[in-house]
């Protein structure tokens, strides 16, 4: 009898939202990239390549990513929006703008470069990536709530399309580097439309007691925007909003886009000018348990060109072209982490026993769980098992009790030591938020095609990790 079925007897402390697996051996498709399987012997497969033989050769722990899901990812999004946004349909079009910080690598910035994307940046060393790959400054957009002079300089020499100003002294600063220079920078301004919004829920108030934009309540985004029009420096191109992140609820971006345009509105008849763009942000959700239930592409993009039309129409002014700003979307599906088990431990717990699988990373490759509360799954990755399904905790190896991977997940019960545990959707905010807690260096990121398998991200190594450190020069020897 499974042991969910079984009540007190077998109680288990699995989530109620968690399915008791069918089969504990099977992928859930939608949690994997396109070209990940498993096969018969239950080994995970990218592209044909068994993880088993990338473990043995490059080391665990490592990230995959599925080149082709992320290309093809990234030009679903570029294509669909696009449609809907249509000049056909009565729109102006749109572009989509990859965040480049849920995760950036001068591949990556090809990648999207490539699909037609544009990308988004928000300080000097994503841009110095962006640059590197050869993306040409008119595809990139700068954000950031408090870029230095040296950023925004930079900004200007590689001629970014869209500096996005976030406060009334970057208006000052970025006035002034850029009349130093005899120039005129691009400016679309971010403003605080009192929506935030987070997976299922958004809120809208008047006021936003939060660190980025412009608030719209509070008349700063006016202020703002009169300077930037009446500046000879500055030129007001349009307008950004972005209002959070692993969004399910398209209600919340159709709110702030009505009131982004409705503050376009006013603008364009207070100064008699026309901004031709409106920046609606990313956030878009995705799915990384059986619990989530992303809004599909096409009907957010169907849905935000409708509210779009709408308002523009009722409030009698042009239509703006676009655009989007999807990082988590595009890349986080892509990527699959795998790591090798080196301990594994039954507990006891309130409502019955628990295994910790504990596994060579940790919150150093993947702090979402810790940080956010985030819930990921896995699987076995070396082979089927025929042990009945047992709830596991998958933690890595740093020195803090929250450091978890997988909260919550089934697997076989007889997970052991050596084998291999595979988690889906590690593309975003994971190998970006690295660090080196409890000095271990950081996984590299390996890009696998079907007749190529190549690192993107070189695994660090401890010579590169002690860099910093001078007394580490002689390479650890004591001296
Ligand atoms: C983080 C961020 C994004 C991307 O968010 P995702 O959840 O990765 O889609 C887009 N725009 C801005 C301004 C951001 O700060």
Not at 153 to 161: I, N, T
Request: contains cysteine; aromatic residues 6%.
């Amino acid at each position: 009898m499974p042991a969910h079925i079984a009540g007190t007897l077998h109680a288990t402390p699995a989530p109620v939202w968690l399915p008791y697996p069918d089969d504990v051996n099977a992928l859930l498709p939608s949690l994997w990239s396109d070209n990940v399987t498993k096969n018969s012997d239950g080994v995970l497969t990218i592209a044909g390549h068994p993880v088993t033989e990338l473990a043995e050769q490059y080391g665990t722990p490592t990230l995959v990513m599925d080149v082709d899901d992320f290309r093809s990812r990234a030009e679903t999004y570029l294509s669909t929006f696009s449609n809907a946004f249509s000049v056909e349909k009565g729109l102006a079009g749109a572009d989509v703008f990859y965040a480049g910080k849920a995760f950036l690598c001068t591949a990556v910035a090809r990648w999207v470069h490539d699909a037609g994307l544009g990308l988004d940046t928000c300080s000097l060393g994503e841009m110095m990536i962006a640059r590197a790959a050869g993306v040409p400054g008119d595809r990139v957009g700068l954000h950031g709530n408090n870029k230095s002079a040296a950023e925004l300089e930079y900004a200007l020499d590689y001629g970014v399309s869209r500096i996005f100003v976030d406060s009334l002294d970057e208006v000052a600063r970025l006035e002034s580097i850029a009349a130093a220079r005899g120039t005129v920078a691009p400016v679309m301004l971010r403003v605080t439309v009192g929506v935030e919004a987070h997976t299922h829920d958004f809120i809208a108030t008047a006021h936003e007691d939060q660190k980025f934009g412009l608030s719209l309540a509070d008349g700063t985004a006016a202020a703002a925007a009169r300077l930037v029009a009446e500046s000879e420096h500055l030129r007001l191109d349009g307008l950004h909003s972005h209002i959070g992140s692993q969004i399910f609820d398209i209600s919340g971006f159709q709110v702030a886009a009505a009131r982004v345009l409705a503050f376009r509105a006013e603008i364009m008849g207070e100064h008699g000018i026309d901004l031709p763009d409106v920046d609606l942000g990313g956030g878009f959700g995705i799915r990384y348990t059986s619990q989530d239930t992303p809004i599909p592409v096409a009907e957010m993009a169907e849905e935000l060109a409708s509210v779009v039309a709408k308002e523009c129409r009722g409030l009698g002014t042009s239509v703006p072209r676009i655009s989007i700003e999807p990082g988590r979307a595009i890349v986080s599906p892509a990527v699959f982490t795998f790591y090798e088990v080196g301990t594994v431990k039954q507990v006891s717990t309130d409502s019955g026993p628990r295994t910790y699988v504990a596994v060579d990373g940790g919150m150093s490759d993947n702090i979402r769980t810790a940080l956010y509360d985030a819930d990921y799954s896995c699987t076995l990755a070396n082979r089927n098992s025929s042990a009945e399904p047992a709830i596991v905790r998958v933690v890595g190896k740093h020195c803090e009790s929250g450091d978890i991977i997988v909260r919550d997940e089934y697997m076989g019960a007889d997970v052991t030591v050596g084998d291999l545990v595979a988690v889906p959707t590690t593309g975003a905010y994971c190998r970006s938020l690295s660090n080196n807690y409890n000095h271990l260096p950081r996984p590299g990121v390996l890009a696998v095609e079907a007749d190529r398998v190549e690192w993107i991200v070189t695994p660090e190594d401890h010579t590169q990790m002690f860099a910093t450190d001078p007394g580490m020069a002689g390479g650890g020897e004591p001296n």
